[in-house]
């Protein structure tokens, strides 16, 4: 039987596609004409107010004398700020990812005794069932490992003997299992499009220690000689610790609330958060801040000349370089404006990954575009807000000093961000709110029914 390839685009379907853009399109002025805030952001890119949370707190904005006037940015986990939690782990010698996990799930910081009982339960957890990697991520491996996570999460609901009670406890229960198996679903998932895509010639699978936290489990799993250095170790952690949690409105967790508003199952509401995490707009921005590095170190031939490098960002601007988008990637935010503290408090632990892994250069120029772009955006661009480097900026950089495939990026970012979805989707589910519907307008003219003879 010949082998049909159904991802080919046919003349009919393409003609198909054309309605779909001829009958589709809405004109920009009619979202005017009706109040309609694209994006659920009005035109100075403040969100729409859609629901009320006491998981996280961003702050970009101040009131001064009656005016909202644009701050550096703060994060607050539970009211406490991300500095101050940061700080803590770090200095009493600690990994941070769990305890944050346990602030943002259960709203109080954890004592010693609750602290070591919750990384056990972690532990516990930290499996996936028999014959879960032969049957379902080593079969028909994904080239995209958000589509193996996502695929991989729904078929656990097949595994649960109690997987629809929508109860606080059982979803609990659910969302512990799904924190402690993420890193084990990506990684695994990474080995087997490793082997079977690229034709490795050895497949290996390193079961993960109750010991190790989550970051030097991840590393432990992934390397094939499972060695790494506390500090590769700790700036993985960091990383964890600042995707984990950032507010209700962010696509991915707002897609939380929708799905959990729907009364559905905690593996069918985690997909779909997936989902939407895959996307570019969203979870992919790191891979994309390093494309735009690799060719700006191509194009740029002195590193130090800040003349260059701010000639070279602003080609890029006007779509005239690299991606011809017109944009510099990792720079801007939605909400923040001065400054994004993930990427301040993270930009620190990446000079010193980078002194460790001999590329100063490589940190500098990073730090000679964050610089620059600012005032290159200014002069280009009308903007209603200050632009800043955001964690994607370093993220992506942090991940290819630690030699992390790109593959791996965006699911990471959904290993920390399972602790975020979960706690929103117990908020959901505690408040036992409506399904969230909110209103679109019809602007499509009413017409006359004519028969197939008459068309």
């Known amino acids: 039987m010949k082998k049909r390839d159904y991802s080919k685009i046919t003349p009919a379907i393409q003609s198909l596609a054309e309605k779909c853009v001829q009958n589709g399109a809405i004109p920009p002025e009619l979202h005017v004409k009706y109040a309609v805030n694209r994006g659920l952001r009005d035109l100075n890119g403040k969100g729409v107010l859609t629901g009320l949370t006491e998981i996280s707190e961003i702050e970009s904005k101040r009131l001064v004398d009656g005016e909202e006037v644009p701050c550096e940015g703060k994060l607050f986990y539970r009211g406490y700020a991300i500095d101050d939690l940061v700080n803590g782990f770090v200095q009493d010698g600690r990994f941070g990812f769990e305890e944050i996990t346990y602030l943002i799930l259960f709203g109080e ?23 879960f990697v032969r049957d379902f991520i080593m079969k028909a491996p994904s080239t995209d490992m958000m589509n193996s996570l996502a695929r991989s999460v729904l078929a656990l609901y097949a595994y649960d003997n109690n997987p629809d009670d929508v109860s ?39 079961e993960p220690r109750p010991d190790l936290s989550t970051a030097e489990n991840i590393l432990h799993m992934l390397r094939l000689d499972s060695k790494y250095t506390p500090l590769e170790a700790k700036i993985l952690d ?11 409105g962010n696509n991915s967790t707002f897609t939380t609330h929708v799905v959990s508003s729907s009364g559905t199952d905690t593996y069918s509401a985690v997909a779909a958060s997936l989902g939407s995490l895959k996307g570019p707009k969203h979870g992919g921005a790191n891979i994309k801040v390093c494309a735009m590095f690799k060719d700006i170190k191509k194009n740029v031939h ?35 404006s001065l400054s994004d503290p993930r990427a301040r408090i993270l930009k620190g632990y990446v000079e010193k990954l980078a002194r460790e892994k001999h590329l100063k250069k490589e940190f500098a120029l990073y730090t000679a575009v964050e610089e620059l772009a600012p005032a290159v955006i200014a002069e ?19 991940y290819d000093m630690l030699g992390l ?50 068309r």
């Open 405 to 454: 495939p790109q593959e791996l990026y965006t699911p990471l970012f959904a290993t920390a961000r399972i602790t975020g979805w979960s706690a929103h989707r117990l908020e959901e589910i505690t408040n036992a709110g409506k399904i969230i519907r909110p209103a679109y307008k019809a602007v499509q003219p009413r017409q006359e029914y004519r028969t197939m003879d008459e």
């Open 380 to 398: 280009e661009r009308r903007i209603y807000k200050g632009v800043s480097a955001n964690i994607d900026f370093y993220s992506g950089f942090v």
């Open 109 to 131: 910081l954890p004592t010693a005794e609750e602290y070591a009982d919750f990384r056990a339960l972690l532990a516990d957890y930290r499996s996936l069932p028999n014959s």
């Open 168 to 206: 606080v406890e059982n979803v609990l229960r659910q969302c512990l299992q799904l924190i402690a198996m993420f890193p084990l679903l990506a990684v695994y998932g990474y080995q087997a499009y490793d082997y079977y895509r690229r034709e490795r010639k050895s497949f290996f699978i390193h």
């Open 302 to 336: 002195d590193w130090t000349d800040r003349e260059e490098i701010k000639n070279y960002l602003r080609r890029i601007l006007q779509k005239d370089a690299f991606d011809k988008s017109g944009l510099i990637y990792g720079m801007g935010h939605a909400v923040y």
């Open 238 to 248: 960091m990383a964890l610790v600042l995707h984990a949690e950032h507010g209700g």
